[in-house]
């Protein structure tokens, strides 16, 4: 398999708050890979580090074998929190076209009907095709987090990277989401945050665990009970308890 | 007025700067009220104040120095933002009083009678010249052509702009656009409103336009109409009965906010929601 995301060394400071330290991970084409971890651990940190909206402050980042600037419109985003004003005048069409947005016609540029085509198809998906027409403040937050997800699908990434998209969403919704995220783990490789590590277990193919440093990456374990323990105690606890994770962890570096 | 309009060739410039001041207002209101860039634009404004003096000065025509003062107030404010993490409504602060201080000093050391200041604070549309309305017309063109050429872009940058950067737009090329438009529709909104009067009519139209639709398209259309309904109707005023341009515009602008919002709720199932379906 080859490796899609390359990451060496990594440290990341804003100002003096160290967010990560010495990260070294490697993700390898079609991973479906979790990321769990205590509050302020990095999880978002890492994955703006991957999309190039945060800079390492040492050690590098290569994805597809380039810096994260040069291939961000192959990488579909999930932010954990939306900075967008919920009054701004759009439609939930619109939102989710903008995924098709790259710079690569930059004048005169026009949606094609092909694109528009796949934005009704990715709607029809996620089950939002009813709300198209609504102005993106009118929906539920469960709605609203399935508006960017499909708009972070119009991108056609091969990469998903998606920060705590169930965290609003009913157990029915998360499943489904769940299994959209496995069906399209066929054609892509993903990246999830979440503490909801029991949900996804089933999906999952590896996972991640994340508090400053990296303290575990390898295969999930079916063992949900062992899983559940990380999340709320410091991570290092459980790394020292299981010779298995800090076996683990040099391998990977 | 109409016979009078036939007549006088100060009236019928009046009447074409009202229309295409309108343009570029509609246009770039609606962007800077979706931006929250308000106070933004009404600093680059009163920085203009120091390009009219230096105009006077300089012994250049006040418009081109205010031109050159705004440009220089919206692109000094996006650069130092960014290099020196100085907080935006700081530097806007800043650069809204130094550069009436600059407008001061420069007046001051005009030789000569002192220039009127008043038709460039408080907008005086009757006195539009020629040059003014050649002014107006290239920057509405501008304005338009650069909107229309990134439309797509804009909206995804004025929505969400770390996503924008996330699917490869190039955003702060956009931002440098986008301030620099500002600049110029400032200075074409000067000869109209003037300096001190010249938010309310960039912001008023859209805030209306947003009673009857959810498109930003269809916005800045309607923002662009209204804008030309309330400068003439606030020229016929200013006319009719003596009074300056600037403040009759401004003021109907105000009055017709006012009124709408008040009965908007009365009138929402009545006229608002099947407008709005139309549309
Ligand atoms: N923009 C910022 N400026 C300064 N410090 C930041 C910034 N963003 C994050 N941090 C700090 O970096 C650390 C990691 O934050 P990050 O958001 O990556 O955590 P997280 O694992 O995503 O947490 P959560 O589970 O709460 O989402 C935290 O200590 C946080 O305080
Ligand atoms: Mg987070």
Not at chain 2, 174 to 197: K, N, P, Q, S
Request: charge should be neutral.
């Amino acid at each position: 398999m080859k490796p899609v995301i390359e990451i060496k060394d990594l440290d990341v400071f804003y100002g003096n708050v160290k967010a990560l330290s010495g990260i070294n991970l490697t993700i390898d084409e079609k991973e479906f890979l979790c990321i769990a971890g205590p509050n302020g651990g990095g999880k978002s940190t890492l994955l703006k580090v991957i999309l190039g909206l945060v800079m390492p402050s040492y050690g590098t980042v290569k994805v597809f074998g380039k810096t994260p600037e040069e291939v961000r419109n192959t990488v579909g985003y999930v932010p954990q929190f939306s900075k967008f004003d919920k009054g701004f005048p759009i439609s939930v069409a619109d939102v989710v076209l903008m995924g098709c947005l790259s710079s690569r016609k930059e004048l005169f540029h026009r949606y094609s009907r092909q694109e528009r085509e796949k934005v009704e198809n990715i709607m029809n998906e996620l089950g939002i095709h009813d709300l198209k027409h609504r102005q993106i403040g009118q929906l539920s937050g469960g709605q609203l987090q399935r508006v960017l997800i499909a708009r972070a699908l119009a991108v056609d990434p091969k990469i998903m990277l998606l920060d705590e998209p169930t965290a609003s969403v009913d157990a029915d919704s998360k499943e489904q989401i769940y299994k959209i995220l496995n069906r399209l783990n066929d054609k892509m490789t993903i990246i999830i945050v979440t503490h909801d590590i029991e949900a996804v277990s089933p999906y999952i193919k590896s996972i991640a665990y994340l508090n400053v440093e990296l303290y575990y990456h390898g295969e999930a374990r079916p063992d949900s009970n062992a899983i559940n323990k990380f999340c709320g105690y410091p991570v290092g606890f459980v790394a020292h308890a299981s010779p298995y994770h800090v076996l683990n962890r040099h391998q990977e570096g | 007025m109409f016979e009078a309009l036939l007549k006088y060739s100060f009236l019928q410039n009046a009447l074409i700067g009202s229309i295409l001041a309108s343009i570029a207002c509609g246009i770039i209101g609606t962007l800077i009220v979706e931006k929250k860039l308000v106070m933004m634009s009404g600093g680059i404004a009163h920085t203009s104040f120091g390009g009219v003096g230096m105009g006077y000065f300089l012994n250049i025509e006040p418009i081109i120095g205010a031109l050159i003062f705004a440009v220089t107030a919206a692109a000094g404010i996006s650069v130092i933002n960014k290099k020196s993490r100085t907080n935006t409504d700081v530097l806007v602060g800043m650069f809204w009083s130094v550069g009436m201080a600059m407008g001061i000093l420069f007046i001051s050391f005009t030789p000569g009678y002192p220039p009127d200041m008043a038709s460039y604070l408080f907008g005086d549309i009757l006195t539009v010249s020629h040059l003014d309305l050649i002014i107006m017309l290239i920057l509405d063109i501008a304005v338009m052509i650069v909107i229309t050429a990134l439309y797509d872009h804009f909206k995804a940058y004025l929505f969400d702009e770390e996503f924008a950067s996330v699917v490869k737009i190039r955003t702060a090329i956009l931002e440098y656009l986008l301030y620099i438009m500002i600049a110029f529709t400032i200075v074409v909104l000067i000869r109209v409103v003037g300096i001190v009067l010249v938010i309310a009519l960039l912001t008023v139209p859209p805030a209306i336009a947003k009673f009857i639709t959810y498109d930003l398209k269809k916005i800045i259309l309607s923002s662009v109409i209204l804008g030309m309904l309330f400068c003439i109707a606030g020229l016929w005023i200013s006319y009719e009965l003596h009074i300056a341009s600037g403040a009759s515009i401004i003021l109907v602008a105000g009055l017709t906010y006012v009124v709408l919002s008040a009965v908007k709720g009365k009138l929402e199932n009545r006229i608002i929601l099947p407008l709005r379906k139309q549309l």
